[in-house]
Nanobody, 123 residues
Framework: QVQLVESGGGLVQAGGSLRLSCAASGRIRSIDVMGWYRQAPGKQRELVASITSGGSANYVDTVKGRFTISRDNIWSTLYLEMNSLTAEDTGTYYC?????????????????WGQGTQVTVSS
């Protein structure tokens, strides 16, 4: 199987910065699109940013110019650099990856989620 483990969340003042990481492990053959999602209390989970294996990135309008998504394909790690944080960025941040995994003789393809990391921005 495959595991995604996020880290880097925490409590930060408005205007501050955080860097989230998501490390993928397991019998991974390849990873296609990876993304960061967030869920604020009482709200639906939303896509914040995504990046293809080729490095093409997309962002939700509310974070454009403040957040940067990147990935290390060698180490199967996803990052989210978050700057100029506001209280509206508070929430649990999850990473998701579309993974091809398994032994060579029988491969599978599936979306995996991490367990989430809490980001709290105090105003």
């Amino acid at each position: 199987q495959v595991q995604l483990v996020e880290s880097g969340g925490g409590l930060v003042q408005a205007g501050g910065s955080l860097r989230l990481s998501c490390a993928a492990s397991g019998r991974i053959r390849s990873i296609d699109v990876m993304g960061w999602y967030r869920q604020a209390p009482g709200k639906q989970r939303e896509l914040v940013a995504s990046i293809t294996s080729g490095g093409s990135a997309n962002y939700v309008d509310t974070v454009k110019g403040r957040f940067t998504i990147s990935r290390d394909n060698i180490w199967s790690t996803l990052y989210l650099e978050m700057n100029s944080l506001t209280a509206e960025d508070t929430g649990t941040y999850y990473c998701k990856a579309h993974v091809v995994y398994g032994p060579v003789e029988r491969q599978y393809e599936k979306d995996f989620w991490g367990q989430g990391t809490q980001v709290t921005v105090s105003s």
